[in-house]
Every structure is written in C-alpha cells, then in structure tokens.
C-alpha cells in the first residue's frame, strides 16, 4: 500500500513561514520525483515545486521562486516544503505528488496553509 503522508499545514501571518513535510511509504522513494501542487479558493490545482528522484534538478513555479524550497531525503523517505516570506495569495490546500513520468501516480489527501494579511 502506497501513502502519502503530509504535515506541516496551518495558520500563520503574512512575511511567517512554515514547512511541510510529505512521507512515503509502501514504494521506494528514491525511485520517485516529487512534486508540491496546491489549489487555492477558487481557482484550479496549480504546481508548486518538483525535484528529482536524486535531488539533483529542482522546479519551481514562477511565482513562489525564492520564497518556497522543495527539498528530499531519501533516507526517511520525506519530501520537504519549506515556505518562507508567506504571502496571502499563497493560502491553499497544499498537495504532495509521486510519480515516475509514467505508471501509477500518487497523491497526498492535502493539508491547508493559510496566511493572514
């Protein structure tokens, strides 16, 4: 059984940071590239964040670049979010995302981030 484990969401005001976390289990993480998408109100799911099975190459939507870090550590099997000088626009339902370009595809149940301005 494959699962995508996320925590780290919560409250925090506008310029704070928090960091989500992403565990898997049930796959080889090393084997999967992971991506951060979210879905704020109204609007559709967008991306985030992707880095590489080896985290070596990282991805980052234009509008969270130099704000938001997406990091991995294979050894506990975790991607990481860390999100810094947090602004409003940046409240979503944040999801974790596994896959291998091809085949099964995985996602975490999401957790909420909300910033106050």
């Known amino acids: 059984q494959v699962q995508l484990v996320e925590s780290g969401g919560g409250l925090v005001q506008a310029g704070g940071s928090l960091r989500h976390s992403c565990v898997v289990s049930?796959?080889?993480?090393?084997?999967?590239?992971m991506t951060w998408f979210r879905q704020a109100p109204g609007k559709e799911r967008e991306f985030v964040a992707r880095?590489?099975?080896?985290?070596?190459?990282?991805y980052y939507a234009d509008s969270v670049k130099g704000r938001l870090t997406i990091s991995r550590d294979n050894a506990k099997n975790t991607v990481y979010l860390q999100m810094d000088s947090l602004e409003p626009e940046d409240t979503a339902v944040y999801y974790c995302?596994?896959?291998?370009?091809?085949?099964?595809?995985?996602w975490g149940r999401g957790t909420q981030v909300t910033v106050s301005s």
């Open positions: 880095i590489s099975w080896s985290g070596d190459s990282t």
């Open positions: 049930g796959r080889p993480f090393s084997s999967y590239r």
């Open positions: 995302y596994a896959d291998q370009g091809v085949g099964e595809k995985y």
